[in-house]
């Protein structure tokens, strides 16, 4: 089945370490995006990417970095710089920019101790 | 990019109809509006979405206002399953959806 695959599900680490989490998909889409959502708040756009090798901030990109080697993957790392990274971390691709359909995966859930 | 407006909470029984309201007065000629829900701790899902008209789909009904000032969501016969937070978003490209806090929508049976 096509679709968005996130990886870890679940994600403990310690203050000051870098973590990477896991978007892969067989959608064969063009953009993808990475949004954080706090408990009880909506979402908001970390960093999107249109096109492979190719790829733009969101609204709260400081603390993050991404990557787009290939068009089916777009990893996310979340930095010792980002100064409250507990969070639901959701992945997201669309066919490209205009289309306005999102396909999202599962989530990660990532909390920092 | 337009600014909608939704009731933070709907309850609904099972069964019946749920009309799921938004209102977003400031969209512009070339923005959709898009409707998606989001289940406890899971990705959200997208529902529909219109220009004008009306559109219907295996999931839900979208109504727009002449005006396109606002707009409903209906499901037809709601489920205990449908339980979810429901986003209406106005918005031209992908890259540009905000997510807000949406309708927390309570099926009861």
């Known amino acids: 089945d096509g679709g968005i695959t996130q990886s870890p599900k679940y994600l403990f680490r310690k203050e000051g370490q870098n973590v990477t989490l896991s978007c892969e998909q067989n959608?064969?889409?063009?953009?993808m995006y990475w949004y954080r959502q706090d408990p009880g708040q909506g979402l908001r756009l970390i960093y999107y990417?249109?096109?492979?090798?190719?790829?733009q901030k969101g609204d709260i990109a400081e603390g993050y970095s991404v990557s787009r080697e290939k068009k089916e993957s777009f990893p996310l790392t979340v930095t010792s710089a980002q100064k409250n990274p507990t969070a639901f971390y959701l992945c997201a691709s669309s066919i490209d920019r205009g289309s306005g359909e999102l396909f999202f995966g599962e989530g990660s859930r990532l909390t920092v101790l | 990019d337009a600014k909608t407006t939704q009731p933070p909470s709907m309850d609904c029984a099972e069964g019946r109809a749920a009309n799921l309201p938004c209102n977003h007065s400031?969209?512009?000629?070339?923005?959709?509006v898009y409707w998606y829900r989001q289940i406890h701790s899971q990705g959200p899902q997208y529902i529909i979405h219109?220009?004008?008209n009306n559109e219907t789909n295996e999931m839900a009904s979208l109504i727009i206002t002449e005006d396109r000032k606002s707009s409903t969501l209906i499901l037809p016969h709601a489920t205990l399953r449908d339980t979810a937070v429901y986003y209406c978003?106005?918005?031209?490209?992908?890259?540009?959806?905000?997510f807000g806090t949406g309708t927390r929508l309570q099926v009861f049976p």
């Open positions: 400031t969209i512009s000629g070339n923005e959709y």
């Open positions: 990417s249109q096109i492979v090798n190719d790829f």
């Open positions: 959608l064969n889409h063009d953009a």
């Open positions: 978003i106005a918005e031209g490209y992908t890259d540009k959806l905000i």
């Open positions: 219109g220009l004008k």
